[in-house]
């Protein structure tokens, strides 16, 4: 019978005294960097870092307060009494008042001068490429307005929207007389639907528009009845309608306005008479009424005399102190312009 013999456990030597003393040394001198370069980042991950190291029983005796807490107590909070050795880092840093000169407000901008504005339309456009061409050339602010029924429109329209001006359609209506404005002229003696379909196939060659203006249009524009569907048809489109002002008795901007359609006349007319002189004597008539109302418009037509005097008239009318702006700005601000008078009248 065999007898088993006891084992036999072998301690584990203890480490040398020094080599213990050189590894708390270690750790103390890689807390402490850790501290001075981490701040409370390197400290909050101390408790996390010790329940892997000692003993469960030492953590749990320690439950009862945040390990956390009372580490960053320990290692943070001053000494009992003032040490010029203690690290001025751990501490808040104390604040200063900015002088008074930093936190003082800067004083407001003046506000800049308003200048009078202006805005240039021209019309007729489509028919003649080369007169055309020279039309885009202009500055973009320039509202170049396209004859539906030319056969070159959607090509040049879509050139001259590209280049960055506003567009129309020149939309051909009923004249007084025997003078005849072309395919898709809008008559009195058409229906309303009939009104309705040629405003839209004459659109539909013109698909960067932003609103109309008549092309002629004297008999039409006075016929509030007939305007009706056009301003009906631009309102739902979200258009406008620039009146060219061929008569004395037109209705175009309040049957318009009564749609919801935003519309306003011309102020001048560049080229009645074509001769240079005259179409400069017509600028100035431009100047003159945008220094007095603060915005003024403008129609004229591709003519030579017309768009050389317009190259000229618009590469100094900056330093004239005029603004160039598009139909549409020129439009909301004529509006505007006669809202105020009306309700200054009515007080």
């Given amino acids: 019978m065999y007898r088993l013999k006891p084992i036999r456990r072998r301690k584990t030597p203890k480490p040398p005294r020094a080599l213990v003393d050189a590894a708390n040394a270690a750790f103390c001198a890689i807390l402490l960097l850790a501290v001075g370069l981490g701040g409370t980042q390197a400290v909050a991950g101390i408790p996390n870092l010790l329940a892997t190291i000692l003993p469960p029983g030492i953590v749990a005796a320690n439950a009862s307060t945040s390990p956390q807490e009372s580490i960053i107590d320990l290692l943070v909070a001053p000494p009992p009494t003032a040490s010029r050795f203690v690290p001025q880092v751990l501490y808040p840093v104390t604040t200063h008042a900015f002088p008074a000169w930093l936190t003082a407000s800067a004083p407001e901008p003046a506000a800049p001068a308003t200048h009078p504005k202006i805005a240039i339309v021209i019309d007729d456009l489509g028919g003649d490429l080369a007169r055309t061409d020279r039309a885009i050339a202009l500055p973009k602010p320039v509202t170049l307005s396209f004859l539906p ?26 004249a007084e007389g025997d003078h005849n404005p072309g395919p898709f002229a809008l008559t009195t003696q058409l229906t309303q639907d009939d009104i309705r379909a040629r405003l839209i196939a004459a659109l ?13 249009g004297s008999r039409f524009t006075a016929d509030r009845d007939a305007l009706i569907p056009v301003a009906e048809e631009l309102a739902a489109r979200h258009l406008f309608f620039f009146d060219s002002r061929t008569t004395a008795d037109t209705q175009v901007v309040p049957v318009s306005r009564a749609f919801g359609v935003a519309s306003a006349g011309r102020d001048v007319f560049l080229d009645d008479e074509q001769s240079a002189d005259a179409v400069g004597a ?38 004239r102190g005029f603004v160039l702006i598009p139909l549409a700005e020129a439009i909301r601000l004529k509006t505007e312009r006669e809202a105020r008078a009306t309700l200054a009248s009515a007080r």
């Fill in 204 to 216: 539909a060659r013109v698909p960067d528009a932003t609103g109309i203006n008549n092309h002629m």
């Fill in 149 to 174: 029924f030319a056969e070159a429109t959607p090509f040049l329209s879509g050139e001259a929207a590209r280049a960055g001006h506003p567009i129309l359609v020149h939309m051909p209506m009923e």
């Fill in 282 to 319: 017509e600028l100035m008539e431009l100047e003159t009424r945008a220094r007095t109302t603060g915005v003024a418009i403008a129609i004229g037509h591709p003519h030579d005399v017309t768009l050389v005097a317009l190259q000229a008239w618009t590469a100094r009318a900056a330093s």
